[in-house]
């Protein structure tokens, strides 16, 4: 008579987990229904706290040739070729001006559909794909990337494009980029040495001439300004010495600047340098050595050739390089205007 009663009681508590359990699985199911999905990408969530502000994104820092490069042999690009590091994207910069929902492009990359999707992805419905591209010069790293805005691609519908006198006939008179013009795909907005667009109450951009070797183009640098602080951009240029400018003195002048690193030192490749003659990333700091160590910490290179070894992180030189109070630019790194 007495088990009866502890085997009844059994069942019933088991019977009470049973349910328990099923409206406990219930609610955690209800509870992951009305919960929002929380975004994926990190820099999203960052985006949306950062909405008020002006913002630089770093698009990508390797050279016009990308990274692996074309015949390339190297133990740089061996690896690379059989395992693609997304990140290494050709050079350029993205703004985006969070209180009008609005973006703009530096350079128009042979990585531009990806760099253009990368900042979309930081944008509050109903933005434009982009509301300006401003070009340097006709380099195929800095403009080759508005094939994809044409006919045989997006067919995009007036896509303002910044371009200085040279660049403009450039793409005007030659094909197939003057289809983009005829057709409507592109829209060229005409810019002159020393001209201040302002793009918002929180955002301008002018426009500056560079010596570099300027075979279809001029090839310009840019001064960005947003509320807060200003930017250079100057990915491509010859040697400091032949500008009209002192680039120590223009450093002081702003609060960060992105500039030409193409090769760490001369020892880099095989080739003629007075071809292609940038100023050697070790030629820069030597120029900033006595520099008080904030206007060194301005400074971010960027434009990467495959061959420099700051596109190692890790590498001893990138080390150096950090070490001595300068930054190295990386994809997806972000600033404040």
């Known amino acids: 008579m007495l088990c009866c009663p502890n085997l009844n009681l059994d069942k019933i508590m088991k019977q009470v987990l049973s349910?328990?359990?099923?409206?406990?699985?219930?609610?955690?199911?209800?509870?992951?229904?009305?919960q929002p999905e929380k975004p994926n990408d990190q820099n999203v969530v960052e985006a949306i706290d950062q909405?008020?502000?002006?913002?630089?994104t770093v698009l990508g820092n390797v050279q016009d040739g990308g990274s692996p490069h074309m015949g390339c042999e190297k133990e740089c690009c061996r690896e690379l070729f059989q395992n693609p590091d997304k990140e290494r994207k050709v050079s350029s910069l993205g703004v985006i001006d969070y209180g009008h929902n609005k973006s703009y492009i530096f350079d128009a990359t042979p990585d531009f559909t990806s760099q253009l999707k990368y900042l979309n992805r930081k944008?509050?419905?109903?933005?434009?794909?982009?509301?300006?591209?401003?070009?340097?010069?006709?380099?195929?790293?800095?403009?080759?990337?508005?094939?994809?805005l044409g006919r045989e691609a997006m067919g995009a519908d007036s896509v303002p494009v910044y371009t200085m006198p040279r660049m403009t006939n450039y793409l005007i008179s030659n094909g197939p980029w003057s289809q983009l013009v005829e057709l409507g795909n592109i829209e060229l907005l005409d810019m002159q040495e020393g001209d201040t667009l302002i793009l918002s109450e929180l955002l301008t951009v002018t426009p500056f001439t560079v010596p570099h070797r300027d075979e279809f183009s001029e090839t310009v640098g840019y001064k960005i300004i947003g509320p807060r602080k200003t930017a250079l951009f100057i990915p491509d240029i010859n040697k400091w010495s032949l500008w009209e400018k002192s680039i120590v003195e223009e450093i002081a002048k702003v609060d960060m600047a992105f500039l030409d690193a193409t090769f760490y030192d001369e020892n880099e490749v095989n080739r003629d340098m007075s071809e292609i003659p940038h100023p050697f990333v070790v030629e820069t700091m030597q120029l900033f050595q006595n520099a008080d160590i904030r206007e060194k910490r301005k400074i971010t290179f960027i434009h990467f050739n495959h061959t420099n070894p700051l596109l190692d992180i890790n590498s001893l030189e990138s080390e150096l390089v950090l070490s001595k109070g300068f930054n190295i630019a990386t994809f997806g790194e972000e600033f404040a205007l």
């Open 19 to 34: 349910i328990f359990g099923f409206f406990l699985l219930l609610a955690c199911q209800q509870q992951s229904v009305d």
């Open 51 to 56: 909405r008020n502000g002006v913002w630089i």
């Open 123 to 148: 944008m509050s419905v109903g933005a434009n794909l982009i509301d300006g591209v401003f070009l340097t010069h006709a380099h195929i790293g800095h403009y080759t990337g508005l094939m994809y």
